[in-house]
């Protein structure tokens, strides 16, 4: 094996087990998640997010069942399925931004993950992982994240909108 072989191999196999150790090591996990949910929060004027172990129980129970569907609960949730990484995952989520109208502020399906990762008056997070790999439709690893208190409030003229989703 060459040399250029050899360091792609070793790149190759870092970047592996990286990604496997942030969905496998509750650590590495939680630090994934928080590290890409503040980073969004920061670039959009809100402080950052601490970590909640009764939002994570929360967010298990719900995950461990493999169905892509929200729990319907009393705190805000994003969820996703899929991705690469944890931190792909919050990304998606992210750069919902990207179509989010500040002219028009308020609540849409296709930037409600976005709007309630930068909520400005959330103050904790909890997630959970699984690998549901196909089961219940649901491909790859599944990630939920429960947000408390819940964003995306809907009503008096979006002043909600206006005052927690900074542009």
Known sequence: MTFAHLSVFLLVCAMTV???SSWTDDDAFQSAILNTTNSYRSAHGADALTWDDTLASY?????????????????????????????ASVEAWGDEGDSYNCSDPGYSDDTGHFT?????????VGCARVDC????DTPGWYVTCEYN??????????????????C
């Not at 208190?149 to 900074?166: E, K, L, R, S, T």
């Open 116 to 124: 309630q990762l930068v909520w400005k008056s959330t103050t904790t």
């Open 149 to 166: 208190p819940a964003g995306n409030i809907v009503g008096d003229d979006n002043q909600y909108f206006i005052d927690n989703v900074q």
């Open 18 to 20: 990286r990604g496997d």
């Open 59 to 87: 967010a298990l129970n719900h995950t461990q069942t493999c169905v892509f569907e929200h729990s319907d609960g009393s705190y805000g949730e994003n969820l996703a399925a899929g991705y690469d990484s944890p931190e």
């Open 133 to 136: 790999d196909g089961t219940n």
